[in-house]
T-cell receptor, first 112, second 112 residues
Framework: QQPVQSPQAVILREGEDAVINCSSS?????VHWYRQKHGEAPVFLMI?????EQKGHEKISASFNEKKQQSSLYLTASQLSYSGTYFC?????????????FGQGTTLQVKP | NAGVMQNPRHLVRRRGQEARLRCSPM?????VYWYRQLPEEGLKFMVY????????ESGMPKERFSAEFPKEGPSILRIQQVVRGDSAAYFC??????????FGPGTRLTVL
C-alpha cells in the first residue's frame, strides 16, 4: 500500500523552512527520500533505517519515527534550487525483496 | 564514475510495435529496478532484478511486459504490442545491497 505524503504542495519564499511528512500503514524497514525536478530523474537524498534515526546533510535532514511508521523531511533556509517534487519511498518489514513503494509526491516551489 | 545509463532517452512507437528499453547500472551495483511514471504522477515499481534473476516482478503487468538482466550486458525492459496507455517515462535505478537507489535519466516512451 502506497505511503501518504503531506502536504501535497508547498510554496515558500527563499530562506523559509518546510516540513514534508510521509506516513505508512505498514511496519517499515526503511524510508528513502528523493527530489525530482520537472523532466528529470529522481535524485537520491537520504535513507533512514529502522531504529528511529535522524540524518541530514547541509540544510536538509530527515527523521524516522518507527513507532508511528512516519518520516519527516526538514528543509531549512530554503533555496531556489530546492524547488521540485519530493517523494518518499518505503520498504516494509514484510517485504523480503526490498522493493520501494513511493508516495504520491509533494511539490515544493521556492520563490525569490 | 559513470552513473546509471539508459537508452534510448526518447522512443516513439506506433501501436502494436515493440519497445526495448536498456539500462546499464552503476559500476559495482548488482541490483536493478524498473519504475514507470505517468505524466504528473508518482513512481510505480515494476520489477527488481539481479544478474540473471528476477527477484520481484509484482509490479509488472501480466501481459506484454518482460524484463531481464543477463550475465553480460544491460538490463532490458521489453514491451510487446505497445498501446497508447504505455506512454510514460520509464526509469531504471541501481543500488548495492541495502542502500539508496540511484536513478538513470529515464526513457520517455511515446506511443502514437
Amino acid at each position: 500500500q502506497q505511503p501518504v505524503q503531506s502536504p501535497q504542495a508547498v510554496i515558500l519564499r527563499e530562506g523559509e523552512d518546510a516540513v514534508i511528512n510521509c506516513s505508512s500503514s505498514k511496519a517499515l524497514y526503511s524510508v528513502h527520500w528523493y527530489r525530482q525536478k520537472h523532466g528529470e530523474a529522481p535524485v537520491f537524498l537520504m535513507i533512514l533505517l529502522k531504529g528511529g534515526e535522524q540524518k541530514g546533510h547541509e540544510k536538509i535532514s530527515a527523521s524516522f519515527n518507527e513507532k508511528k511508521q512516519q518520516s519527516s523531511l526538514y528543509l531549512t533556509a530554503s533555496q531556489l534550487s530546492y524547488s521540485g517534487t519530493y517523494f518518499c519511498g518505503t520498504v516494509s518489514l514484510e517485504s523480503n525483496t526490498g522493493k520501494l513503494i513511493f508516495g504520491q509526491g509533494t511539490t515544493l516551489q521556492v520563490k525569490p | 564514475n559513470a552513473g546509471v545509463m539508459q537508452n534510448p532517452r526518447h522512443l516513439v512507437r506506433r501501436r502494436g510495435q515493440e519497445a526495448r528499453l536498456r539500462c546499464s547500472p552503476m559500476k559495482g551495483h548488482s541490483h536493478v529496478y524498473w519504475y514507470r511514471q505517468l505524466p504528473e504522477e508518482g513512481l510505480k515499481f515494476m520489477v527488481y532484478l539481479q544478474k540473471e534473476n528476477i527477484i520481484d516482478e509484482s509490479g509488472m503487468p501480466k501481459e506484454r511486459f518482460s524484463a531481464e538482466f543477463p550475465k553480460e550486458g544491460p538490463s532490458i525492459l521489453r514491451i510487446q504490442q505497445v498501446v497508447r496507455g504505455d506512454s510514460a517515462a520509464y526509469f531504471c535505478a541501481s543500488s548495492p545491497p541495502g542502500t539508496g537507489q540511484f536513478f538513470g535519466p529515464g526513457t520517455r516512451l511515446t506511443v502514437l
